[in-house]
């Protein structure tokens, strides 16, 4: 039983991710969280290249975030945990693996823009881990600025219940603080963005916080039952009461609580601080960790620093001073020295340090406990996504998510003596980012970089080119294409045998082959064998041979994917069937009925906001269209226009510097994956 000292340690901690699209204002927020915490003297600003957490070169040349980066700092006697993660699309496994170890999160919305489509894709990725949020309205005193449109946008495509808590004190450049509708007082900073202390609500804004704190009380009231009680039997909700149904709302996922501020100007940082105490959940709030057993079974474990040690390795950098492998400790307790068992790896490591982290900078720890976001020195060969338990009570967690390569670069070294050194830049990038791939093309011999974007692999050549000072010529990119069967076969019978002299093999199996849902929909294999005529263990060594002709299809060589096989008839023949022969049968049957159906080409597309002129809207559609663009929508926004449309990836290659072209620098677009979609007829099947 835990005691009462340790659960008020776990009760005092919040593992908290800042989530948005690109230039919402997550580096500056986390900044201003650094300064308001005590944890840094002076603001860092993006653009002057002084923050904490975007501490790599690139990330300040660029001035966006690039690397997820730990921080950890202390609010009215809690610790912080925090992750500032990245905006741009191209880094979403970043934000993933993030999301994976993380108990709870702030979305920050630029207060002008609203939802972006960035905001939404991870919005979607924190549901999918269940991540209770708290929503962060930034940017309140630019032009246009306007907190009920962003609720609003939040309401209609993000969460049917975002719940205002505050209410802007002036608009624009005279924003200068909040109406905290929870404790109906005024929140007001300076020029210098120093905080006053909490003052009565101003005689101007007293009705219309009346009138917001009532709207409160009853959204409120409509989604809890004890707020409901309360509501009915006395008109009203008390502050306490109103303060514990909006916690209990957040950390079920039921509302999402809203506030809003300026971070560059400093303003609204403190209440923010206090949200994420008051609502978020902590170590001890959420869930035991599920794991798989050596022996097959699951088992739970609690945050409990006194039951055996189980963390998951979420993120690994290579740094001067060693190798970085950051872990989120979800069970026990680890100390210096101390040996634990890496169950995805299946081999033992040795702790040889352990750091509290602050990005870039780093403080030396005797001992970690559960509920703790630490970084470990020591670790040989734990990758990402790796499992670190105690030897004696070994369980497998499961990992995140790796998102799937799209887009190909061929890569080689400038100086033929340096073939070397880049094949162990490449590896050492791969293991520090699992989204990357590596391989060599069978048919050209070259080395093929593949990542989530060109942004991406721009990042990761121009690392080798700086950390190394290697020469690296680079290809053209090239997408990562698809085939699916657009028209499938019935009965298709094949046999293998062979018989070179001793033991032969004998399988004979008959598919049905048809396609499965949309596009890019992944690979269904059923059995429809009547009177065991496939004994069962051959009938799954078929699935696996199936599955291993997928990697290659007919038209290019590319995965295939969208359909179904159904295993219908077959033989065997008593001494000479086997595992393998049937495994092999399936392999080489399904490839060769692939040849017999009708196979498409799929190319990747992708959903592209552009942000341009008024004057330039025309130029803008026309350019999509000779890309092979849809257009979905159009709406006007602040003297121009937002036009949303979806193109084939292949088709982006140097779009930024077209529309800049067109737009006198001043058009900017956002692009997300949204699936394959079958190439044009015309096409060729691109060699992969």
């Not at 890019?520 to 263990?537: C, D, L, M």
Request: charged share 25%; with cysteine; net charge negative.
């Amino acid at each position: 039983m835990r005691n009462p000292t340790t659960a008020n340690l776990l009760a005092a901690v919040r593992n908290l991710g800042i989530l948005a699209h690109v230039d919402a204002g997550k580096t500056t927020v986390t900044e201003r969280i650094l300064y308001a915490t005590g944890t840094t003297h002076k603001r860092g600003e993006v653009h002057d290249g002084t923050t904490v957490t975007d501490h790599d070169p690139q990330e300040r040349d660029r001035g966006i975030t690039i690397f997820a980066a730990a921080v950890s700092c202390a609010w009215d006697g809690h610790r912080i945990n925090l992750i500032d993660t990245p905006g741009h699309v191209d880094f979403a496994d970043e934000v993933e693996r993030s999301l994976r170890v993380l108990d709870g999160a702030v979305a920050v919305f630029d207060a002008v823009a609203g939802v972006e489509p960035q905001s939404e894709s991870v919005w979607r990725q924190a549901d999918r881990h269940g991540v209770p949020r708290i929503a962060f309205v930034n940017k309140m005193d630019r032009a246009g600025a306007d907190l009920d449109t962003a609720v609003a946008s939040i309401r209609e495509r993000l969460h049917p219940a975002p719940l205002a808590v505050q209410l802007p004190i002036g608009r624009e450049d005279t924003f200068t603080g909040v109406v905290d509708l929870v404790r109906m007082c005024a929140l007001t900073w300076d020029d210098e963005g120093e905080a006053g202390d909490p003052a009565p609500v101003p005689d101007t804004l007293r009705e219309e916080a009346g009138g917001r704190r009532r709207l409160l009380e009853e959204a409120v009231a409509e989604l809890h039952p004890g707020a409901l009680e309360e509501f009915c039997d006395t008109g009203a909700l008390t502050t306490g009461t109103l303060t514990d149904a909006l916690r209990d709302l957040t950390r079920g996922g039921d509302a999402v609580v809203v506030l809003c501020g300026s971070a560059y100007r400093n303003r609204g940082i403190e209440p923010l601080l206090d949200a994420v105490l008051a609502y978020l959940p902590s170590p001890l709030d959420v869930p035991p960790v599920r794991g798989t057993r050596e022996d097959g079974g699951g088992q739970e474990r609690a945050a409990d620093p006194a039951a055996p040690f189980a963390a998951l390795a979420f993120k690994v950098t290579a740094t001067s001073t060693g190798r970085l492998t950051y872990l989120r400790i979800y069970s026990g307790t680890i100390g210096k020295g101390d040996t634990v068992w890496d169950a995805t790896a299946r081999r033992t490591e040795r702790v040889g340090r352990i750091l509290r982290v602050r990005a870039d900078r780093h403080a030396p720890l005797d001992r970690a406990v559960a509920g703790d976001i630490v970084a470990v020195v020591g670790l040989k060969s734990a990758r990402a996504g790796a499992t670190l338990c105690a030897p004696d009570a070994p369980l497998l967690l499961e990992p995140p998510g790796v998102a799937e390569p799209v887009v190909s670069v061929a890569v080689e070294a400038l100086r033929g003596t340096d073939t070397g050194r880049l094949a162990s830049a490449l590896a050492r990038l791969a293991e520090e980012d699992p989204s990357l791939g590596v391989r060599t093309d069978a048919e050209t011999g070259q080395t093929v970089l593949s990542g989530m974007g060109e942004l991406h692999l721009e990042v990761a050549v121009e690392r080798i080119r700086r950390e190394l000072g290697l020469g690296v010529d680079v290809g053209r990119p090239r997408v990562g294409y698809r085939e699916t069967v657009g028209g499938g076969v019935t009965g298709f019978v094949f046999r293998h045998v062979k018989q070179d002299g001793g033991a032969g093999q004998f399988a004979h199996v008959v598919l049905d082959v048809e396609p499965l849902g949309s596009p890019g929909s992944g690979f269904e294999f059923r059995s429809a064998v009547v009177g065991g005529r496939v004994p069962q263990e051959y009938v799954r060594a078929v699935e696996a041979g199936c599955r291993d002709a997928l990697a290659e299809g007919p038209l290019g060589g590319h995965p295939v994917t969208g359909l179904r096989v159904t295993l219908t008839d077959g033989s065997t023949h008593v001494k000479d069937s086997s595992d393998t022969a049937f495994r092999t049968a399936g392999r080489l049957g399904l490839r060769d009925a692939l040849r017999a159906c009708a196979v498409v080409l799929l190319e990747p597309v992708v959903e592209v906001t552009v942000t341009v002129p008024e004057d330039a809207v025309g130029g803008v559609l026309g350019d999509l269209a000779a890309r092979r663009g849809r257009v979905t929508g159009s709406a006007a926004r602040a003297g121009g226009a937002v036009v949303t449309a979806t193109v084939p990836l292949a088709e982006l290659f140097g779009y930024a510097t077209r529309l800049r072209s067109r737009t006198q620098g001043r058009g900017t677009f956002t692009s997300r994956p949204t699936g394959y979609a079958p190439a044009p007829a015309p096409a060729e099947a691109p060699a992969r």
